[in-house]
């Protein structure tokens, strides 16, 4: 009785039907493309240059929506604002300083 137990149970090893579980992969078998420790550094970086990205393109648009030396009106363009309008220019100077972002993480360290 206990040799058939054992020639049923070396059969099933050779064969490629598993009917048990075991910790090793079956022979042949590999892990997903993309999954491993040895991606972690490629993961790291990509989301390190993303996030780079991400803060020069968010710099970009606060320095071009909220500067106060850039105009969109055509009746503010050829005009020093400066002299004509000092309070106006003093108060988008300080919204744009206090809207910085990394103004504020400046501060924070």
């Given amino acids: 009785m206990a040799l058939n137990y054992w020639r049923s149970l070396l059969t099933r090893i050779g064969s490629r039907n598993r009917s048990f579980s075991t910790a090793a992969a079956p022979p042949g078998s590999h892990t997903t493309r993309w999954a491993g420790a040895e991606r972690t550094p490629i993961f790291v970086m990509g989301g ?15 320095q071009l929506v909220h500067s106060p030396a850039v105009y969109v009106s055509r009746r503010r363009r050829g005009t020093v604002p400066e002299v004509e309008e000092p ?4 108060n988008f ?17």
């Fill in 93 to 109: 100077s300080d919204r744009f300083l206090k809207m910085s972002i990394l103004r504020h993480a400046a501060r924070i360290q």
């Fill in 87 to 90: 309070e106006r220019v003093r």
């Fill in 48 to 62: 390190m240059v993303v996030w780079a990205m991400l803060m020069a393109t968010y710099t970009a648009t606060q």
